[in-house]
């Protein structure tokens, strides 16, 4: 079994930062693929960014390309989400999730271990 913990969520304005944790515990962390996806309000979950076990590869979904970064600390079981240049319409519960398999992908159902969620808002 697998827990995930975010953290680091809130409110923020039109351009600035915030930076979002995922802790996880139960597993082996270094060994899976970890993503971040968001849900706006009557939206369906998309993905955001995907990490590779080892950090070595990442993956974005385009709208937020040179905005935001994930990395990893293996040693403290913990994903990192960086999160700049915020635009309103990056307002959304955030998730983290592990995927027990080796291959980066975007699509939700892959994954699966899910944290609860972290409410991010960007006021314009």
């Known amino acids: 079994q697998v827990q995930l913990v975010e953290s680091g969520g809130g409110l923020a304005q039109a351009g600035g930062s915030l930076r979002l944790s995922c802790l996880a515990s139960?597993?082996?962390?270094?060994?899976?693929?970890m993503g971040w996806f968001r849900q706006a309000p009557w939206k369906e979950r998309v993905f955001v960014a995907a990490?590779?076990?080892?950090?070595?590869?990442?993956a974005y979904a385009d709208s937020v390309k040179g905005r935001f970064t994930i990395s990893r600390d293996n040693a403290k079981n913990t994903v990192y989400l960086q999160m700049n240049s915020l635009k309103p319409e990056d307002t959304a519960v955030y998730y983290c999730a592990l995927d027990l398999h080796v291959i980066l992908t975007s699509t939700p159902s892959r994954y699966e271990y899910w944290g609860q969620g972290t409410q991010v808002t960007v006021s314009s």
């Open positions: 139960g597993r082996t962390f270094g060994s899976y693929i």
């Open positions: 990490i590779t076990s080892s950090g070595g590869r990442t």
